[in-house]
């Protein structure tokens, strides 16, 4: 069993920035990929950005070049810096675990708002 809890999420201005933390806990030693997903009102969830165990990473063409996402294993944690915010990245963000094998594991979600 794998528990996430994410926090960083806020209010910022377009052109802002924030960083979204997600700590893994119980049997993170399974853990592969973590990233995060998300979903605005009306929209479908989509994936935002992850990161294996090793470092590799992949993205979202609607984030590619603005978002980073990084993995402190020795802390069991994950992180997506997100610079230069849209209106559009305004969303719920949900951090993810999976393990080698099926499923996912789910964070609590973080609200980020981009607004003037």
């Known amino acids: 069993q794998v528990q996430l809890v994410e926090s960083g999420g806020g209010l910022v201005q377009p052109g802002g920035s924030l960083r979204l933390s997600c700590a893994a806990s119980g049997s993170i030693l399974s853990i592969n990929v973590m990233g995060w997903y998300r979903q605005a009102p009306g929209k479908e969830r989509e994936l935002v950005a992850g990161?294996?165990?090793?470092?590799?990473?992949n993205y979202a063409d609607a984030v590619k070049g603005r978002f980073t996402i990084s993995r402190d294993n020795a802390k069991s944690t994950a992180y997506l810096q997100m610079n230069s915010l849209k209106l559009d990245d305004t969303a719920v963000y949900y951090c993810?675990?999976?393990?080698?094998?099926?499923?996912?594991?789910w964070g609590q979600g973080t609200r980020v708002i981009v607004s003037s």
């Open positions: 990161i294996t165990k090793g470092g590799s990473t």
């Open positions: 993810y675990a999976q393990p080698i094998g099926y499923g996912k594991y």
